[in-house]
């Protein structure tokens, strides 16, 4: 982890933060306004948070844009979603690519259209040697669909014979999964205490941070309180705090 200088004192970045960006909905009816206005306001809330995560040291940054079930929703939302995300990935990929902002589109998605998919390829291509941050955005992506989709790309490579069943190992899974690394801190904003089919197998042992704030409102000082909470807890993965606080003597000797 990396110690944060700018204006934070001592808090430390987690190294992969997940975020469920919810409250966008509910940001618009408040004042109002159709809720697409409120996913609009919500793209910019995406382009502060990820300068202030680059900023603040987060290695790499997973943010929850559109659920293989938000699907559900009137086609009319659905479809000013997909044209936000057209119009976002066109409008930022440049100022991602000088920011050294590797960014990758995780999720099926075989289901959008062809010139979103394009746009997916372009700034994947374009930010491929980026080094600073990675980002991973989420759209057409749960937890269970990542998870079956990567059981199907081992049952390929055990078929294929680059792997024997009886010696597959987490780490086996983990690698062929949309996200391969552990989320150390996943925040959900706008109130809801749920999951919502986000990183299922990542976030195992994820701490777990929920936050009133609306999404469209969500800044740098929002992200600040979630990183100290994060800071203060024990990440003890199943053993004693003894054990963990006996370690950390070991680790800085
Ligand atoms: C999150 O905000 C954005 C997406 C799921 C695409 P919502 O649209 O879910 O906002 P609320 O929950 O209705 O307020
Ligand atoms: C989760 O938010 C998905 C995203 C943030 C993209 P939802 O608003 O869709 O979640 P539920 O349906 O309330 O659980
Ligand atoms: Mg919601």
């Known amino acids: 982890m990396q110690n944060i200088s700018e204006n934070s004192g001592s808090i430390v970045a987690p190294r992969h933060l997940a975020i469920i960006m919810d409250g966008n909905g509910r940001w618009a009816k408040n004042r109002e306004k159709p809720r697409v206005s409120g996913h609009r306001e919500g793209a910019k809330a995406v382009r502060r948070v990820i300068t202030a995560c680059a900023q603040l040291g987060v290695q790499e940054l997973t943010l929850f844009a559109f659920s293989s079930e938000n699907w559900k929703r009137p086609s009319l939302e659905v479809n ?4 936000l995300f057209v119009e976002s990935i066109k409008r930022e990929s440049s100022s991602l690519k000088e920011n050294g902002i590797r960014t990758k589109i995780v999720g099926d998605i075989s289901r959008f259209s062809p010139t979103l998919q394009e746009q997916i390829h372009k700034v994947e291509q374009l930010t491929a040697d980026c080094s ?5 955005i989420a759209a057409n992506y749960g937890g269970r669909w990542d998870i079956l989709q990567a059981c199907k790309q081992l049952t390929e490579k055990c078929m294929e014979g680059q792997l024997a069943v009886d010696d597959l190992t987490e780490a086996d899974l983990s ?3 949309s996200v391969s690394k552990d989320v150390d801190l996943m925040i959900r904003t706008g109130g809801e205490k749920r999951i919502s089919n986000f990183l299922m197998w990542q976030a195992a042992y994820a701490e777990l941070y929920f936050s009133n704030t609306l999404w469209p409102d969500y800044d740098k000082e929002d992200l600040l309180e979630a990183f100290a909470f994060f800071n ?6 199943g053993m004693t705090s003894a054990q963990v606080q006996n370690k950390e003597v070991k680790d800085a000797n």
């Not at 203060?232 to 993965?237: A, L, M, T």
């Open 80 to 83: 000013a979603l997909m044209t």
């Open 132 to 136: 600073l941050m990675n980002l991973n």
């Open 175 to 177: 690698q062929v999964l």
């Open 232 to 237: 203060g807890r024990e990440r003890r993965f």
